[in-house]
Antibody
Framework: QVLLVQSGADVKKPGASVTVSCRAS????????IHWLRQAPGQGLEWMAI????????HYAQKFHGKVTTTRDMSTNTLHMELSSLTSEDTAVYYC?????????????????WGQGTLVTVSS | QSALTQPPSASGSPGQSVTISCTGS?????????VSWYQQHPGKAPKLMIY???KRPSGVPDRFSGSKSGNTASLTVSGLQGEDEADYYC??????????FGGGTKLTV
């Protein structure tokens, strides 16, 4: 079955960086886009970026340009999302989610499988 | 781009129907059929319930249905059951690699 397994919770100080990992299995990983989203405590969902695992092309929400960097390791079917210059406003649960569309066509921008979420806490 | 607008809460008794609205603009909901709905129980990851306005993924009960009229999309839950109590979020593509979410609606059964 399709599984997205994320790295564990992390605590960082303001100004630091954090990397969240997402290991995909149960399907051909390069065939589907992956999205990164986050949810601050008690708040709604916020879309951050879309990654094409087949080549690594990434598009970021304007708010996250220069703050988020995505990488991938296709030898382990793992995608990474690095968030830099952390502030308390970055405290959130971060999710990876699979797009419903194949990477050889346009993204359909819906998320059919989700990782379990990774809580990142930014605190001095 | 502004977030999509959802009512903060909705409620219904078991067996009843409830409809949750999601209002956007002509730049997002009104233009694209990439409207989706997600159910989220406390402490859990969201679950896809409806995609592309009205399509239901395999395994989602047909009690859940979606529609769109103009700039407003809607999620209807018929025959409410206790396990339907959750937060519901709508999402829409807004062009140029922009994805918008609603603020969420807490459904009480």
């Amino acid at each position: 079955q399709v599984l997205l397994v994320q790295s564990g919770a992390d605590v960082k100080k303001p100004g630091a960086s954090v990397t969240v990992s997402c290991r995909a299995s149960g399907y051909t990983v390069i065939n589907y886009y992956i999205h990164w989203l986050r949810q601050a405590p008690g708040q709604g969902l916020e879309w951050m970026a879309i990654v094409n695992p087949n080549g690594g092309e990434t598009h970021y929400a304007q708010k996250f340009h220069g703050k988020v960097t995505t990488t991938r390791d296709m030898s382990t079917n793992t995608l990474h999302m690095e968030l830099s210059s952390l502030t308390s406003e970055d405290t959130a649960v971060y999710y990876c989610a699979r797009d419903g569309s194949y990477t050889w066509s346009s993204s359909r921008y819906y998320f059919d499988y989700w990782g379990q979420g990774t809580l990142v806490t930014v605190s001095s | 781009q502004s977030a999509l607008t959802q009512p903060p809460s909705a409620s219904g008794s078991p067996g009843q129907s409830v409809t949750i609205s999601c209002t956007g603009s002509s730049s997002d909901v009104g233009t694209y059929n990439s409207v989706s709905w997600y159910q989220q129980h406390p402490g859990k990851a969201p679950k896809l319930m409806i995609y592309e306005v009205s399509k239901r993924p395999s395994g989602v009960p047909d009690r859940f249905s979606g529609s769109k009229s103009g700039n407003t999309a809607s999620l209807t839950v018929s025959g409410l059951q206790g396990e339907d109590e959750a937060d519901y979020y709508c999402s829409s593509y807004a062009g140029s690699n922009i994805v918008l979410f609603g603020g969420g609606t807490k459904l009480t059964v």
